[in-house]
């Protein structure tokens, strides 16, 4: 693990997804990238009563599963935002790392995707356009009707970004100004580091719903260049999105 230049990690907490083994990988990948699923206690027992068992090395299929104990939040969506966000500290060696949500199968080599997405545009980070709205306001109303997060703490969450100053604008520097970010791929650069750092304390802050909160941290943090906000057909061309198979377990205080 500590000599893996380039990581494509997941994670599944409460139980709630399947593991999806990569396709389309080529040798080189194979060789050279890790691919590693973060697994509580619940979601372990849950995929061995499903028959899949973690083999003597840890792995099942590709996927290094890491058990992981003691999660911070209750919440599981927030508890899922560490491996998320947090790539940088968990693989402090590691130059570039892909995030793949656990309903979604990666079935394009990550390092084509790297160089599809990174390196031809010489940007740090790339991350979706979002499919169906282009404003962080609409999707704060799209948010609270289906009950993704309560009326009350969206409430709070926009009235804060409105008196910060946080415009309406639906495009950012030609793009959709909201994001879906079901696969981020990021270089990790001292700026890529600090803006994921922002956008984790948002999501503690205020909602777990991470679409919310990035266009502010990126709006707020100007000096931020080299974004590659792509667009939808290529997120659909990256991955399979498979669903959520079960409702996630909250972990009890």
Same mark, same amino acid.
């Given at each position: ?14 139980? @709630? ?36 068992? #973690? @083999? ?27 491996? =998320?966000?947090? !790539? ?14 656990? =309903? ?8 084509? &995707?790297?160089? !599809? ?6 940007? &740090? ?6 499919? !169906? ?20 703490? &969206? ?76 667009? #939808? ?21």
């Amino acid at each position: 693990m500590e000599s893996c230049k380039a990581v494509v990690s997941t994670c599944a907490f409460g139980g @709630g997804d399947d593991l999806y083994q990569p396709i389309g990988m080529s040798e080189s990948s194979l060789k050279k990238v890790c691919f590693v699923a973060f697994w509580d206690e619940i979601t372990l027992a849950s995929q061995e009563a499903d028959g899949h068992k #973690v @083999g003597d090395d840890r792995y099942i299929g590709k996927w290094r599963i890491i058990l992981v104990k003691n999660l911070p939040f209750t919440d599981q969506r927030l508890n899922g935002k560490i491996p =998320k966000m947090l !790539a940088h500290r968990l693989f402090p060696n590691s130059r570039y790392s892909i995030w793949v949500d656990s =309903k979604s199968q990666l079935r394009r080599d990550p390092l084509g &995707v790297l160089e !599809a997405l990174l390196w031809r545009s010489n940007s &740090v980070l790339a991350i979706s356009e979002h499919g !169906a709205r282009s404003s962080v306001y609409d999707e704060a109303k799209a948010v609270v009707k289906k009950n993704k997060a309560t009326p009350e703490e &969206v409430a709070v969450q926009i009235a804060q970004y409105r008196q910060d100053g946080l415009p309406e604008d639906k495009r950012f520097n030609g793009k959709k100004a909201l994001s879906e970010a079901s696969i981020i791929v990021r270089e990790h650069t001292p700026s890529t580091n600090l803006l994921m750092c922002l956008w984790f304390n948002e999501v503690v802050r205020f909602t777990s719903r991470d679409q919310l909160s990035f266009p502010y941290v990126l709006w707020r943090f100007k000096e931020f260049r080299n974004i590659n906000m792509f667009p #939808v057909c290529t997120r659909k061309d990256l991955v399979n999105s498979m669903g959520h198979i079960r409702k996630a377990k909250p972990l009890t205080s």
